[in-house]
């Protein structure tokens, strides 16, 4: 009969007391264990002397047969990770206990420090590992010397365990030597901050003829081309030419290309770095490659230096420590340089970001980056020639019109447009087109835009009708409202994470937008939601992006662009606690209140226009439900008197 056992909670000074002492007589005769002391164990489980128990809570229990403790456990619950992970979790630890003397076989390799054990009655065997593998044996022998039947089998060393060993016992060295080769490597610029050399750079055939769609951009930086070529003309006139240059825009605009095609028009070095290569997690890296930078610019003068996302590291300086405190070492670094031109060095520092906004007012003073220039997505006129660079070296068929491509990719970016023209090239060449053709690019702006096509998607009936009607509610509501773009093509076949869309003739470049525009564009996105409520009595998630567009354009419009009445012309969008402080605390209810009555009132007006034109939102889904399918041309039918 096994004995009887109680498990006891350490709820007193006398129950911790004996959880410590326990570990004494656990190990009481075993001349090869070191208990910790008592005072250092007192520490760990109290929370006067650990600091972690300050955010967990310590639970601990003596188990007791009879009057005698045979073992102890604690258990660690975390409520800071449990709340961040939505669990209730204890985790164990210092589980001790006193062998029962159950142990009938171990069996372990000479040297090796892991070992099997297998118990009395058990057929399972249990794989354990020790400190030292002499020290046990003696321990073992020492046990069966008291009486213990214990069988002792040890096993020649396998090679690969003995390679492993040698391994393990190396390792440590091995690690600091890795460590000490990355650290070393570090602190130089290895392979980052390549150099582009005027003649010899497969970069320096890029010229301003490559760089369309920036006419007043390349006219603003020609003056930059003419001092690296001719820096005495300058010089001698007592012109300071600006040291650095600011290029702001959207990602894809032709930042870097006409970074690129300055060094190409003036036949100078191109050295490019981005601001993420500047940031390491060894302090001080950052700011001893900024230096070896500019040491390599100086030397190979006149030249431009390229950083690229320089928001990275040229963010606003704080007082925090860490990894933010190693930026600001890098900022404050480059500052420096900057700073330490001489005038008659031709050294230009070209950056290019995303977000101006996030840049120290250091950076931005006269002296170093003092000229600002926005890279803005092209216009029409701008986007044809674009795609006719990019088109250079694909073959098109003869019914490809640069210029209705152009018209109908309004907003688009340099990159992106040259994305929609490599598609366009896949998609021709699996469908095993000679030539591109315009039905390929109109295709591959889809794709881009919309997503890819998946006719393999198996969707329900129910589901199908429902995407039908909603996408004709969108559509029906943009053909009422004043403001919006005429529809384009509306479809029910599901592309990329979307169940069906609605595309529009975006033929127009728009600079500003007004409140009435806005505000429409409101009733559109919740048109699709009307007409399901409408029309099928029931509201699905299908609507889930247009609202969250619709609420982000209604909160941009109370707190950005001052369209409210009730909120007045003021920005609000910072998130600031100066803000607060300004307008008083109750301003979050009076922004969410103004922005839920934009939403009310715009889905009030689409749930207007479809109930006046339900006859033709039936017939717009019955079709769409019919062909999957509708275009623009078919669209405008269902409204021919």
């Keep these: 009969m096994k004995p009887q056992i109680t498990i006891v909670e350490v709820k007193d000074r006398k129950e911790l007391d004996r959880f410590i002492k326990f570990n004494y007589t656990l190990y009481k005769g075993n001349k090869y264990a070191v208990p910790e002391l008592y005072g250092d164990m007192v520490n760990?489980?109290?929370?006067?002397?650990?600091?972690?128990?300050?955010?967990?809570?310590?639970?601990?229990?003596?188990?007791?047969?009879?009057?005698?403790?045979?073992?102890?456990?604690?258990g660690i619950i975390n409520h800071k990770a449990n709340n961040v992970w939505n669990r209730k979790v204890v985790r164990f630890g210092w589980i001790d206990y006193i062998d029962n003397k159950e142990v009938e076989k171990i069996e372990m390799s000479v040297g090796s420090t892991s070992l099997k054990v297998k118990l009395k009655d058990i057929e399972e065997e249990k794989?354990?590992?020790?400190?030292?593998?002499?020290?046990?044996?003696?321990?073992?022998?020492?046990?069966?010397?008291?009486?213990?039947?214990?069988?002792?089998?040890?096993?020649?060393?396998?090679?690969?365990?003995?390679?492993?060993?040698?391994?393990?016992?190396?390792?440590?060295?091995i690690i600091i030597f890795v460590l000490f080769i990355m650290i070393f490597k570090m602190q130089g610029l290895g392979d980052k901050g390549k150099v582009y050399d005027a003649d010899k750079s497969e970069n320096t055939h890029i010229t301003f003829k490559d760089v369309a769609g920036l006419d007043e951009e390349k006219n603003e930086l020609i003056e930059i081309v003419d001092f690296l070529k001719q820096p005495k003309k300058f010089h001698d006139m007592g012109a300071k030419i600006p040291r650095g240059i600011l290029l702001c825009g959207?990602?894809?605009?032709?930042?870097?290309?006409?970074?690129?095609?300055?060094?190409?028009?003036?036949?100078?070095?191109?050295?490019?770095?981005?601001?993420?290569e500047f940031i390491e997690m060894f302090a001080g890296l950052g700011a001893s490659r900024v230096r070896k930078l500019f040491e390599k610019a100086k030397k190979i003068a006149p030249c431009?230096?390229?950083?690229?996302?320089?928001?990275?590291?040229?963010?606003?300086?704080?007082?925090?420590?860490?990894?933010?405190?190693?930026?600001?070492?890098?900022?404050?670094?480059?500052?420096?340089?900057?700073?330490?031109?001489?005038?008659?060095?031709?050294?230009?520092?070209?950056?290019?970001?995303?977000?101006?906004?996030?840049?120290?007012?250091?950076?931005?003073?006269?002296?170093?980056?003092?000229?600002?220039?926005?890279?803005?997505?092209?216009?029409?006129?701008?986007?044809?020639?674009?795609?006719?660079?990019?088109?250079?070296n694909k073959k098109f068929a003869r019914n490809v019109d640069f210029e209705s491509i152009a018209n109908d990719t309004a907003g688009f970016t340099g990159a992106e447009l040259a994305n929609v023209l490599n598609e366009a090239a896949i998609i021709a060449t699996i469908k095993r087109h000679k030539t591109i053709q315009m039905q390929d690019i109109d295709d591959a702006v889809k794709k881009v835009t919309v997503g890819l096509e998946k006719h393999s998607r198996v969707i329900s009936d129910k589901d199908k009708r429902l995407t039908a009607y909603h996408e004709a509610g969108h559509a029906i509501v943009s053909r009422f409202l004043e403001t919006q773009f005429e529809v384009k093509e509306v479809s029910i076949i599901p592309r990329g994470l979307a169940g069906g869309y609605t595309m529009y003739k975006t033929n127009e470049d728009k600079y500003y937008v007004s409140r009435t525009e806005m505000e429409e564009k409101l009733v559109a996105l919740l048109g699709g939601r009307?007409?399901?409520?409408?029309?099928?009595?029931?509201?699905?998630?299908?609507?889930?992006?247009?609202?969250?567009?619709?609420?982000n354009i209604?909160?941009?419009?109370?707190?950005?662009?001052?369209?409210?009445?009730?909120?007045?012309?003021?920005?609000?969008?910072?998130?600031?606690?100066?803000?607060?402080?300004?307008?008083?605390?109750?301003?979050?209810?009076?922004?969410?209140?103004?922005?839920?009555?934009?939403?009310?009132?715009?889905?009030?007006k689409a749930q207007e226009i479809i109930l006046a034109h339900m006859d033709k939102l039936q017939a717009v889904a019955e079709r769409l439900l019919e062909k999957e399918i509708i275009s623009a041309e078919e669209f405008e039918t269902f409204f021919e008197e």
Excluded at 250 to 262: D, H, Q, R
């Design 250 to 276: 959207k990602p894809g605009t032709g930042k870097t290309l006409i970074a690129k095609a300055i060094a190409g028009e003036a036949g100078v070095p191109f050295i490019s770095m981005s601001g993420s």
């Design 44 to 74: 760990n489980f109290t929370p006067q002397g650990n600091a972690a128990l300050e955010f967990c809570d310590l639970v601990l229990f003596n188990a007791y047969s009879g009057n005698t403790i045979v073992g102890r456990v604690a």
């Design 530 to 551: 009307a007409a399901e409520k409408i029309a099928l009595n029931d509201i699905s998630t299908g609507a889930s992006n247009d609202i969250e567009v619709a609420t």
């Design 554 to 604: 209604a909160k941009d419009m109370v707190t950005v662009y001052g369209m409210s009445d009730n909120i007045g012309p003021i920005y609000l969008k910072s998130n600031d606690s100066y803000e607060r402080q300004i307008f008083g605390e109750n301003i979050d209810d009076a922004v969410g209140a103004e922005v839920k009555r934009l939403i009310d009132v715009a889905y009030k």
């Design 127 to 173: 794989t354990a590992i020790v400190p030292s593998t002499q020290a046990f044996i003696e321990l073992v022998q020492e046990q069966v010397k008291v009486g213990n039947q214990i069988e002792l089998i040890q096993n020649p060393t396998p090679a690969l365990v003995k390679i492993a060993d040698t391994l393990l016992a190396l390792l440590p060295t």
């Design 304 to 392: 431009i230096i390229f950083i690229d996302e320089i928001d990275a590291i040229g963010a606003r300086r704080t007082s925090s420590s860490g990894a933010e405190s190693e930026n600001n070492q890098t900022l404050n670094q480059l500052l420096v340089e900057m700073d330490g031109f001489d005038t008659n060095e031709t050294i230009i520092v070209l950056a290019a970001t995303n977000r101006p906004e996030m840049l120290d007012k250091a950076l931005l003073r006269p002296g170093r980056f003092d000229r600002q220039i926005t890279v803005a997505a092209p216009d029409a006129k701008g986007r044809e020639a674009i795609l006719k660079i990019h088109g250079k």
